[in-house]
């Protein structure tokens, strides 16, 4: 660890500053961020450091797109519920990249399996007052979001026969172990797993499988409270198409939106399902 | 878990949309629920899914009465404290369905043990609100409410007293072991357990202790930070005449405020617990 | 645990209100504390509670000043983001028994470790708020504030090997084995422990590092979801001039804050380090 270090780093900070607000005027669509403006007259390290640091540095790496870290921070915070002004301006920031209201609705959505109604519903809430206030309307049609974007009414048994299909295209063994391990305590609770989480939420279109286990892995490592559910999303990030790379870029993203423990914390995770994938690919892998 | 799932699992979804429904309607007192007419332009599914699942499926299931259920709502949200729209109509609602105002106070104040006094204000700041906004105020006599509610001014070898009979009672063993193994590097902290915890706060009247340890399980299981706590409660619940079956259920409800994850990791402990009671059944009953 | 309780534990109610009284009025700066009147319609009990256990028993208690518990808390009420009325009532306390806006200020930055961009935005919205309405502008000089307070741009070979020194000084062994062990896996997030928490946060000035690492002890026992940093932190803490006492008492504050469970799982924490630290006084140490 004493060694210098690599190129990345030696990267003057007059660059990382220029850099991340590049960025920031990107995301925020304003060339003079409202961050800067109101943090001027009582912690302008504030504002630098998140230009500096939250853009210049971890925005501005490669590994997932712009349009993916929008969906993350709206994952993420809305699980946290904590941070309502962020996440208003991630919303316009995620219209700005190209992210459609109709993503951000299913990101919002998709909460629902992770952090409860009440934390969707505050989500959708900021969603809404964000669409209301966009300067072109056309931008955000409503009108397509009115409508609902799920199959009509079926039996339950159906629910379960398209979750339990989505459940093994997913999560694989990891999701099977969490339903089955439930038989002998809660099996009602292991079948809303099937019928809701799968059935009604993984199965709905408007996101990418890729894209909703980018959300789940994105909330559970936010939340912090939901280690055991993390690895299975990580696993099942992995089984849909996405790298470990990827897994471990989502988890540094939210170093600047849930802090250091939050991230170090979901490599640990991230850790323990390489290892397991290592060491029986198989098995891990489906 | 491929065969067909059992009969409840086969009701079509219209029927658990209308069952919703006539829950939702009792619960907010308006035949049109708000949840409804807010999301119609931006997510209309989430309405249906708040209605489905949370009502349709979650709150239909028999195990534990709509009183009981409020006041799970109520502890849980207001230890969360990221849900204050939802916690002011999980207040509404429990008035709606007979439970008192003192028992909403109650439930509140039985959360600075879980929470912290900051968690406890601002469920009361919310409790206040819907107080003061019902229609007829005789349902809601602030008059009672501003009498202390605890015996009067006694000295702290007196709560000592108290609070370590409540402790025994309730939490047996589970809970002395707790105060034990502070001896050695914060002896004070478990004074206060026994001080403050057991002889001020469950030492009051208003709740039963049922109920106060329902509250308790609840607000573990929403926190998803309290495992070693949740265990504990979980012993403390069946101790006071809880059955298993209402602990999985309470942790069943939560789904719906706090996610799947918080739900599982809830069932987790009570896995643990239960298998600790079945092995020794003398040592954790009491 | 059938004895009697010692010496302080026999203090009367009556002793506890109205030394509580004395200290909720000094931090306030009002001899009518909101919370009284707030709360006596509704509540009076929950007003009582906070005066009897939260200063009578915890803030009256020896082993933190006044300014170190006004720091902790703005600390752990910055990383919770869940009590924005109570943060802004304790960055008011703070200024009333002394402490600097500078050292707020500094307290919410060094909160983007632990918590991330939106916990130290958010904290920083309502300073901003306490001293524009402080009736004397003088106590809160904004004009010293609106200046950088580091030294100017430099590489990040500087930032990295100004962080590791800093490391090494705070955490010692324990934090180099956290950097250590991503070097596999995410040594992009190491190398940012190492310039960004360690060379841009803790080189900072404003704050001591014992002060920074009694903020950090905070954040990470009030979240509960940062055992591991936790533990580090405790190190941390220990290595700067901290003691164990101070240790088991910043711990134990934060049972007004965030609840008992946040402590007990805190304490638990500072047994796994002490006994470490005992079993190994060289490498625990540095």
Request: proline share 6%; with cysteine; hydrophobic share 40%.
């Amino acid at each position: 660890m004493s060694e210098t270090p690599d190129t990345a780093a030696t990267t003057s900070t007059s660059t990382r500053y220029d850099r991340g607000l590049a960025l920031l005027q990107e995301v925020s669509g304003d060339p003079v961020p409202a961050v800067l403006s109101s943090l001027a007259d009582i912690a302008p390290d504030l504002a630098r450091y998140t230009i500096e640091f939250g853009y210049g540095d971890i925005y501005h790496r490669p590994g997932l797109s712009l349009r993916q870290r929008q969906l993350i921070n709206i994952a993420a915070l809305t699980a946290l519920g904590t941070a309502a002004p962020q996440l208003r301006f991630h919303i316009n920031g995620a219209l700005n990249v190209g992210v459609t209201p109709r993503e951000i609705v299913e990101t919002i959505i998709h909460m629902l399996v992770y952090a409860g109604v009440p934390a969707a519903l505050n989500g959708m809430t900021v969603a809404r007052e964000v669409f209301a206030e966009r300067p072109s309307p056309e931008q955000t049609p409503l009108g397509d979001l009115a409508r609902s974007q799920v199959r009509p009414a079926q039996t339950s048994e159906d629910r379960y026969r398209r979750g339990l299909a989505a459940l093994k295209e997913i999560d694989g063994h990891a999701g099977e172990q969490v339903v089955a391990a439930l038989q002998d305590i809660a099996p009602d609770l292991g079948r809303y797993i099937i019928e809701f989480s799968f059935g009604d939420i993984y199965s709905r279109t408007g996101l990418t499988l890729k894209e909703r286990e980018l959300a789940s892995v994105a909330a559970c490592t936010a939340l912090g409270t939901a280690a055991p559910q993390l690895r299975v999303h990580i696993h099942g990030l992995l089984n849909v198409g996405g790298s470990r790379e990827e897994v471990v870029e989502t988890i540094t993203h939210l170093t600047g939106y849930a802090g250091f423990p939050a991230a170090l914390n979901g490599i640990t995770a991230a850790r323990e399902v390489f290892a397991q994938r290592d060491a029986d690919p198989q098995t891990a892998g489906r």
